[in-house]
């Protein structure tokens, strides 16, 4: 099911102004008011800034500042812990010598927030489920100070390489790629401690980088995607062994791939959620839709106007003992 309002003058002067399709735009409005809509919208023109992700297997933070503030760098650290925004950037901040090496990742504030969320030990075995480019992957092997198992799904073998290069860049020893479709992974009868699910969506929280979205996506898109979606959480609670954790997380702005597949966890599996420390509560009211389980709330949202980054989703789930 997918939520629709009906089209208003508003939504639709502003798709207009701004070029975006319609159908979001009233979207949004219903969920976050005409005053938020256009605050978000005005941010994802603006653009975000850039941020980078420290690799401490390979760098100390205080040393790559100082290294980067040599070349003619500004970075100043967020509450995001290892993220630093870019302030200066007299060249590419991909191609320093230090990029090359794997001091550091490009990677922006929210896509930081899953892997510190899941918190992974140096004992633990680990998977990310849709690994490729990395960025991810060889923080959660920085988290894990190396060591353990982690194990790191690809389903596009297009995509393969770039992961492959990312950990090679970055120092990262512990982890095995595999090229497969994680829906299908609780079949291979393993038992996991930790997964992480940064799951494939309509990414309408990337509109600022990506424009063709805020024109081609639509209904079907989220109809798509949500299916998926529900198919992956469904194989990495199959994989957990009890007391497993999974983080969740897309970078999009619709309940339908965010709070609605939570509370579709939440009916169909023996699980709680816990609290994520950086983000904005998640909904627990959708207009025209209804209340949604109160533990949704400890979910947590980002927006390009309110956190400097991408509209981001984060739910980290809990697999009950018994």
């Not at 639709?12 to 005409?34: D, Q, S």
């Amino acid at each position: 099911m997918v939520i629709d309002y009906p089209s208003t003058r508003e939504s639709r002067e502003i798709a207009k102004r701004y070029g975006y399709n319609e159908f979001i735009v009233r979207r949004w409005i219903n969920f976050f008011g005409i005053e938020e809509t256009l605050k978000l919208i005005e941010a994802m023109e603006r653009g975000i800034p850039k941020h980078v992700r420290v690799n401490t297997i390979k760098i100390d933070e205080g040393e790559l500042v100082e290294r980067l503030k040599e070349r003619g760098f500004e970075v100043e650290k967020t509450e995001v812990p290892f993220c630093y925004e870019v302030l200066r950037e007299p060249y590419s901040v991909g191609a320093t010598p230090e990029y090359l090496m794997g001091y550091y990742y490009v990677m922006e504030k929210s896509s930081c927030v899953p892997p510190l969320a899941l918190d992974p030990k140096p004992n633990d075995v680990v998977v990310d489920f849709a690994s490729s480019p990395g960025g991810k992957t060889t923080f959660l092997a920085q988290l894990m100070g190396n060591r353990g198992v982690l194990i790191a799904v690809e389903a596009s073998k297009d995509r393969i390489q770039a992961l492959i290069d990312n950990v090679h860049r970055m120092g990262v020893l512990n982890t095995a790629i595999v090229h497969m479709d994680a829906t299908k992974f609780y079949k291979l009868g393993i038992k996991v401690d930790k997964i992480l699910l940064d799951a494939p969506c309509s990414g309408e929280g990337v509109i600022h980088k990506d424009r063709e979205r805020k024109r081609i996506s639509g209904r079907r898109d989220i109809e798509l995607c949500s299916k998926l979606q529900r198919d992956l959480v469904t194989s990495a609670l199959k994989s957990l062994k009890p007391g497993g954790v999974l983080v969740y997380s897309t970078c999009s702005l619709t309940p339908e791939e965010n709070e609605l597949v939570v509370q579709y966890v939440l009916e169909n599996f023996n699980v709680r959620i816990e609290e994520i420390e950086w983000g904005e509560r998640a909904l627990t009211h959708i207009p025209n839709y209804g209340e949604l389980d109160r533990e949704i709330g400890k979910c947590r949202r980002f927006y390009p106007h309110k956190h400097k980054t991408s509209g981001f989703f984060v739910a980290k789930i809990v697999k009950k003992d018994s």
